[in-house]
């Protein structure tokens, strides 16, 4: 037994040191339900006290969990309710001041993002829901580390049509009052179709309104540590393949279990969930691109990528829910392209195209992330692609999403780098089509089918 755990403690040092296994979050969801005031001063001073009580020893705990463990935890975050369901009645200056109330309280127990400045508009809008996506592009460019989300359907609810179209302006007029920083502003700001309320990953966190007061969820990483195992088995089937990722992602949530746990003990939190899903970094070795290539593809994008990456995103799941009872959040594999090295490299190729993209977000986590696109994209442009990823989502009865950053005064072929786990991406072209006259017409597209499950 004890030469056992002697090579299991070995073998997650070299994930470790070798191979970038890392916590990617440690996430702490807040409920703010019961700070709703009529008094906009009165509603921002409870949701700062209240933020700043609980969260006060969220970051320390983390950095004492590295060192107990050895492990890195990349990201220290808070997700709190929807905005628009706490501050329902309040204007546009109103929601303003509270997300840069947020954005203060955040900053000062040293979180490195605050995500659930949200609304959920998949079947229309309260005053609350208008006001806050009415003043999403000042929220976003007046705050640094505030992230915000909108869900635009749902698989019982069908699309809102009419919210798609203001999410294309909202992402352009975001775009331009952050142009200074290369629109920066719209990589905090996620357009959804399903949207989970356990989700620790940012931009699109929040903290469901069936969630507890308080809770801890967990976020793990670890595609490179996926790449290494592939590598010894070089000629393996798909089956010994699909074992091999399994094998891993058990011992990768393992690790995540762990480190949730330990938080939720030394917090006096209650556990979440872990998200299983593979988060990418653009460091060389920790992309889902390379995993792919690692099965024989000779670039990301390349035919068989759509097979490979359902292949990835099954065999991921299998493998973390035999290591923990509660996964949650989106559970999957990401595959952002400028967070990503191998995305990067391949859409710089220009064999990974955004219709490429769209196909294989309809087998894996979230959807169109963080991908660069030209700073004169019409927003009705930008809309349809929303439309498009959210049809996949509802028809398909799982989360999808759009991260899309028009790079003012770039063109297709320029890079834009952002930073940290931001990354950089050259931008990428967008159909030149017209999409106006469809995005015009308004109004919801029904629930599918499959939405009718009672």
């Known amino acids: 037994m004890h030469l056992v755990n002697s090579a299991e403690i070995m073998e997650t040092l070299q994930m470790i040191e070798e191979e970038r296994l890392d916590i990617r979050t440690i996430t702490m969801g807040i409920s703010l339900r019961d700070c709703s005031d009529p008094d906009p001063r009165g509603l921002c001073n409870r949701v700062y006290n209240k933020i700043s009580r609980l969260a006060d020893q969220l970051v320390p705990v983390a950095e004492q969990i590295e060192k107990t463990f050895g492990i890195p935890i990349i990201n220290k975050r808070i997700s709190v309710t929807p905005i628009a369901i706490v501050a329902d009645g309040h204007d546009e200056d109103g929601l303003l001041r509270l997300a840069q109330t947020l954005d203060k309280a955040a900053q000062g127990v040293g979180v490195d993002f605050i995500g659930g400045f949200s609304a959920l508009v998949h079947k229309g809008y309260t005053r609350g829901d208008v006001a806050l996506v009415a003043c999403l592009p000042q929220a976003l460019s007046q705050t640094q580390i505030v992230c915000a989300s909108v869900n635009v359907a749902t698989t019982r609810a069908g699309i809102n049509m009419d919210a798609v179209a203001q999410m294309g302006e909202v992402i352009v007029e975001t775009a331009g009052l952050t142009a200074d920083a290369g629109g920066l502003g719209c990589a905090k700001l996620v357009v959804f179709a399903n949207a989970t309320e356990d989700n620790p990953f940012m931009a699109g966190a929040m903290h469901g309104i069936g969630e507890p007061e308080v809770v801890i969820n967990v976020g793990v990483s670890g595609p490179g540590v996926v790449k290494r195992a ?170 999808t999403a759009v991260r899309l950053i028009p790079v003012p005064g770039k063109k297709v072929g320029d890079w834009i780098e952002f930073g940290g786990l931001l990354g950089k991406a050259p931008i990428i072209p967008v159909s030149r089509l017209d999409s106006s006259r469809f995005i015009g017409r308004g109004g919801r597209i029904p629930a599918p089918l499959q939405g009718l499950r009672n």
Do not use: H, W
């Open 230 to 399: 592939l590598e010894k088995v070089p000629d393996g089937d798909f089956g010994v393949i699909a074992e091999t990722i399994k094998k891993t992602a058990f011992k990768i949530t393992r690790m995540g279990q762990l480190v949730a746990q330990e938080a939720s003990r030394r917090l006096d939190v209650p556990f979440g969930i872990v998200d299983l899903s593979l988060a990418p970094t653009s460091a060389v070795g920790d992309s889902v691109a390379y995993i792919l290539e690692e099965m024989g593809l000779q670039r990301c994008g390349a035919a068989g990528s759509t097979a490979a990456l359902a292949l990835l995103n099954d065999a991921v799941k299998k493998g973390g829910l035999m290591a923990t009872s509660y996964a949650g959040g989106l559970s999957g594999a990401f595959i952002p392209i400028s967070e990503d090295l191998g995305m990067i490299e391949a859409a710089e190729e220009g064999v990974l195209t955004i219709e490429k993209l769209e196909a294989m977000t309809a087998v894996c986590s979230v959807g169109l992330d963080m991908i660069a696109i030209p700073g004169d994209t019409p927003a009705s442009t930008i809309s349809a692609i929303i439309a498009d990823e959210a049809a996949i989502g509802v028809v398909n009865n799982k989360t």
